[in-house]
């Protein structure tokens, strides 16, 4: 019999392989041709600043924004197996998701609130 975790194992060394040739072959490969563009630190197209507008304080509507990305995402997580087993989970997968949507409620309301999916 053979172990059932060589599979597993097997899969993990070609992944490592794959992301350490990928980076490798790039380092090699890629174009090696710097600027003070390319040097400089990349704040979405703005000129860094040492501080931030307003005394150096960031707005809150970029933590809300990361904050949505982060329930979705989470709760798609969460969801999706949920959806797949639908009918062998029955009534406790149903109670389940449905105290899990009222969990993830709470940060929507609080996102909501703070004025998170109000764009300027």
Known sequence: MTNPYVPVLVLMGIGAVLALGGVAASAIIGPKRYNRAKLDAYECGI?????????????????????TFIVFDIEIVFLYPWAVDFATLATFGLV?????????????????????????
């Open 47 to 67: 000129e860094p600043t040492p501080l931030a507008v307003g005394g150096g304080r960031f707005p809150i509507k970029y933590y809300l924004v990361a904050m």
């Open 96 to 120: 389940a998701a449905l105290g899990f949507l009222a969990l993830i409620t709470v940060p929507f309301v609080y996102e909501w609130r703070r004025g998170g999916f109000e764009w300027d």
